[in-house]
C-alpha cells in the first residue's frame, strides 16, 4: 500500500498559486458558536456588563472619605479623623480612633436597591445580546437606564453630602475620591456610552419618521392655504320665468310645453306657471311678458 504523494509547489503554481486549508478553529470562534451573540450588538453588550464590573464594588467598599486634619496650634500630620462614605448610603469612622469614636451608620435599603439595579443592568446585557428583534433592543435599552440612573443618583447623593458644611468647612478638612470611585465614575461613562450605542438607531428611525410627518403637514397647509385665500367661487345664480295669465270665463285650462297651471277651481280664477326653459319658436309670445 503506498502512501499518496503530497501536491508539490509547482502544481501549487499550477492549479491556482495558492492551496486550499481548512478552516482555523479559534477559541473565539468557539466562544461565538456556544453564546450566540445577535449580530452588531457585541459592542453595547461588552459596554453593560463592564459597567456593571465597575459599578459592583461600589456595594463592598467606600467611594470617598472625609479626613480631619489636626489644627496647627496641636501639630501633628496624622488625621484625627476620617469617615468613610459609600454610595449607597453607609457612613463609618474608619480612622484611628475608630475604636473610641464609633461611626457606623447603615442604609439597608440602598444597598438592596443597588444589588437590584445591578441584577437588572446583567440582565439587560443579555437580552440585548442574545434576543433578536426590537424587543430585545427595547429591554437593553430600559435595564441600562435604570442602572445608569441609579448609579448617577448615588453619586450625586454622596457627592451632596461630602461638599455640604454639614461635615464642617473647608479648613482642616480633606476630601479624597477613593479607587472605588474612580471606577463608578467609570461605570457612568460606559453605561452611558452603552446606552447610546443601543439607542441611536431607533432615535434616528423616530426622528426620520417625525420628520416625514412635519414635511407631510407642511405639504398640506400649503396646497390648502391658496385656496383659503381666493375664497370660494360664486355661481352665477339661475333665472327661471314666471307668467302671470287671466283665463277667460268658461274657457279650460290649456297645457303649454315649458308651462304648467295652478289650480283651477271655476271661471276667472287665474293660473300662474314657472318655467326655465327657454321660448320655443312658434310659442305663444303672449305667454312671456306680462298683461
Do not use: K
Not at 461600589?58 to 480631619?68: C, L, Q, V
Not at 453619586?155 to 479607587?179: K, M
Amino acid at each position: 500500500m503506498s502512501v499518496p504523494e503530497q501536491p508539490s509547489s509547482r502544481h501549487v503554481a499550477e492549479v491556482g498559486g495558492t492551496a486550499l486549508s481548512a478552516p482555523v478553529d479559534t477559541a473565539w470562534r468557539r466562544l461565538r458558536s456556544r453564546v450566540p451573540v445577535v449580530r452588531g450588538r457585541l459592542v453595547g453588550t461588552v459596554l453593560v456588563l463592564a459597567g456593571v464590573l465597575c459599578a459592583a464594588p461600589t456595594a463592598i467598599w467606600p467611594t470617598h472619605t472625609i479626613s480631619y486634619l489636626p489644627l496647627p496650634d496641636v501639630g501633628g500630620s496624622a488625621p484625627v479623623q476620617e469617615i468613610a462614605f459609600w454610595s449607597w448610603g453607609r457612613i463609618a469612622n474608619i480612622g484611628v480612633d475608630a475604636g473610641e469614636n464609633r461611626l457606623d451608620l447603615g442604609n439597608p435599603a440602598g444597598l438592596l436597591l443597588l444589588g437590584v439595579a445591578l441584577l437588572v443592568g446583567v440582565a439587560a446585557g443579555a437580552c440585548y445580546a442574545l434576543r433578536r428583534g426590537s424587543d430585545g433592543v427595547l429591554l437593553g435599552i430600559a435595564g441600562t437606564s435604570w442602572l445608569t440612573g441609579h448609579v448617577s443618583a448615588d453619586l450625586g447623593q454622596t457627592a451632596g453630602r461630602l461638599w455640604s458644611d454639614f461635615y464642617g468647612g473647608t479648613e482642616g478638612i480633606w476630601r479624597a475620591t477613593t479607587v472605588v470611585g474612580l471606577l463608578q465614575l467609570a461605570a457612568i461613562a460606559m453605561l452611558v456610552a452603552a446606552f447610546v450605542v443601543m439607542g441611536w438607531r431607533p432615535v434616528l428611525r423616530v426622528l426620520a419618521a417625525a420628520a416625514a410627518m412635519v414635511e407631510e403637514v407642511a405639504r398640506r397647509v400649503r396646497r390648502r392655504a391658496p385656496v383659503e385665500e381666493a375664497g370660494p367661487a360664486e355661481s352665477e345664480p339661475r333665472v327661471g320665468i314666471a307668467t302671470m295669465r287671466d283665463v277667460d270665463p268658461g274657457r279650460e285650462p290649456v297645457v303649454r310645453p315649458g308651462w304648467s297651471p295652478g289650480h283651477w277651481s271655476g271661471g276667472g280664477d287665474a293660473g300662474v306657471g314657472f318655467s326655465d326653459d327657454p321660448p320655443q319658436p312658434g310659442s305663444d309670445p303672449a305667454r312671456f311678458r306680462p298683461r
